[in-house]
């Protein structure tokens, strides 16, 4: 079955700038999703499409995809963002199934 | 706004049933594909299933560890999704989310597996 991968745990200080990385073979033909979720609450969308940011997601969030690499960037990342994130796809194969990477925990201290 | 509201959840037996409900406003729900991610405790995200829309022949897809055992079904007149949970496991402990497509989220509902 497809698989995302991500890296468990990313460690920045605030005011720096954090890569999140989500790899997988699907994705040079489909597009990656991001999703932010803080501890029991529901997950948030921050970037869909590879690269576009919903409406009320701080500029900070940004999204690029190349080759089998898709990356979530937060520029000056702050207190508030830290999270667990997620990345989802699908894969082409024409499987209609979600998958999700298993998650990356986000630490800003 | 758009608005997912779940229900149904709590505790339950190895091997009974339970029916979740999403409640949802702020859009026209007929127009939608509806699915199903549920969250272990301390785990990551898992999808379950989506229904497509009418438009898109109303079909389901499930995840290969529910297909069979859960089905996922809705009213588009009470702008309700369900999901029927049969056979319950263990495993399946979880809190369970709705969402709309993949932009939009409930606050999810926790489903309790245990005798």
């Known amino acids: 079955s497809y698989e995302l991968t991500q890296p468990p745990s990313v460690s920045v200080s605030p005011g720096q700038t954090a890569r999140i990385t989500c790899s997988g073979d699907?994705?040079?033909?489909?597009?990656a999703y991001w999703y932010q979720q803080k501890s029991g609450q529901a997950p948030v969308l921050v970037i869909y499409e590879d690269s576009k940011r919903p409406s009320g997601i701080p500029e900070r969030f940004s999204g690029s995809s190349s080759g089998t690499m898709a990356t979530l960037t937060i520029s000056g990342a702050q207190v508030e963002d830290e999270a667990d994130y997620y990345c989802?796809?699908?894969?082409?194969?024409?499987?209609?199934?979600?998958?999700f990477g298993g998650g990356t925990k986000l630490t800003v201290l | 706004e758009v608005q997912l509201v779940e229900s149904g959840g709590g505790l339950v037996q190895p091997g009974r049933s339970l029916r979740l409900s999403c409640t949802a406003s702020g859009f026209t729900f007929g127009d939608y594909a509806m699915s199903w991610v549920r969250q272990a405790p301390g785990k990551g995200l898992e999808w379950v299933g989506f229904?497509?829309?009418?438009?898109?022949?109303?079909?389901?897809e499930y995840a290969a560890s529910v297909k069979g055992r859960f089905t996922i079904s809705r009213d588009d007149s009470k702008s309700i999704a369900y999901l029927q949970m049969n056979s319950l496991k263990t495993e399946d402990t979880a809190v369970y989310y709705c969402?709309?497509?993949?932009?939009?989220w409930g606050q999810g509902t926790l489903v309790t597996v245990s005798s």
């Open positions: 699907a994705l040079p033909k489909k597009y």
């Open positions: 989802y796809s699908t894969d082409s194969s024409g499987n209609p199934n979600w998958v």
């Open positions: 969402t709309r497509g993949v932009d939009s």
């Open positions: 229904i497509r829309s009418k438009a898109y022949g109303g079909t389901t």
